[in-house]
C-alpha cells in the first residue's frame, strides 16, 4: 500500500510543560479561528497520559465552550467508567469543568465492543465532516490512535473511517479506532509526543520509516509537538 505523502512541522520544547502550554495555545487559537469561519469547533481527542496537561490546560482556559463539538480518535474497549477509558481522562481532566454541552461530546460506545462500537461510531461520524483539529499521540512502536505496525491503518481513500481493533498489542486488546484515512479528513492535526521511549519512533518518523503515525495525511500536514530529547539519536 502506497504510503500518503505527509508534511511534518516539528516544534521541539525542552519540557513537558512547555510543549502542553504551546500545544494548548494552538488549540484555542484554532478553535477561535473555526468558531469565526463556520460557527463551531470540532476537535477529535487523543488517547494515552501524553495529553493529560494540555487537557488540563484546557481546563482553565476561556473558550466559547458552547461551540465545541468533541469526538475520540480511539478508544479502549473496557466499561464507560473504568479509569483506563480515554474518554474517562479527558473528562477527569477536563471534560467535566468546562460547559460544552454533554450532547456534543461523542464518547466512542466501546463498551458495546468492536463491532458494535464501530457500527455505533460510524453513524455517530456521518454528521461530523471534516474535524477542525484531530489531536493524536505516538506509541513506542510508532502506532497512533489505535493503528498498529502490522495490522490495517485504513490508509486508502475508500476505508472505513471506525474500525474494530481485537488484538492490540497496547493493552487492552479489543479497541475502535478512527481509521488513517478519517483521522486525515481534518483541518489541522496535532501530534502530542512525550516520553523517552519515543526517541526510537520519532527517528523512524523523520527518515520515512512506514508507521502507522506516519500515515496521517491531512492536506495541511501535521504539527508534532514534541520533546527536545526526542531529537536525538537514539542510544
Ligand atoms: C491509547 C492511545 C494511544 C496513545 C499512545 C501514546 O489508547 O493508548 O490512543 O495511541 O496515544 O499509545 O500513549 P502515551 O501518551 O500514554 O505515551
Known sequence: MPHPAQTCRWHAYPTTGELSQAAAQQILRSARQAIARHGY???VLAGGNSP????????????????WQVYFGDERCLPPQDP??????????????????????????????PEQATAAYTKTLETAGEFDMVLLGLGEDGHTASLFPGQAWGIEQGAPPVMAVFDSPKP???????SAARLGQAHEVVFLVTGVGKRQAISEWRSGKAIPAGAIAPPAGVDVYL???????PG
Open 41 to 43: 469547533f470540532s476537535i
Open 52 to 67: 493529560r496537561q494540555v487537557y488540563e490546560l484546557l481546563r482553565t482556559s476561556d473558550a466559547d465552550w458552547l461551540r
Open 84 to 113: 483506563e477509558r480515554n474518554s474517562r481522562m479527558a473528562a477527569e481532566a477536563w471534560l467535566d469543568h468546562v460547559a460544552i454541552p454533554p450532547s456534543q461530546i461523542h464518547p466512542i460506545p466501546s463498551e458495546l465492543g
Open 172 to 178: 487492552p486488546p479489543q479497541r475502535v479506532s478512527l
Open 227 to 233: 520533546e527536545k530529547l526526542l531529537l536525538d539519536r
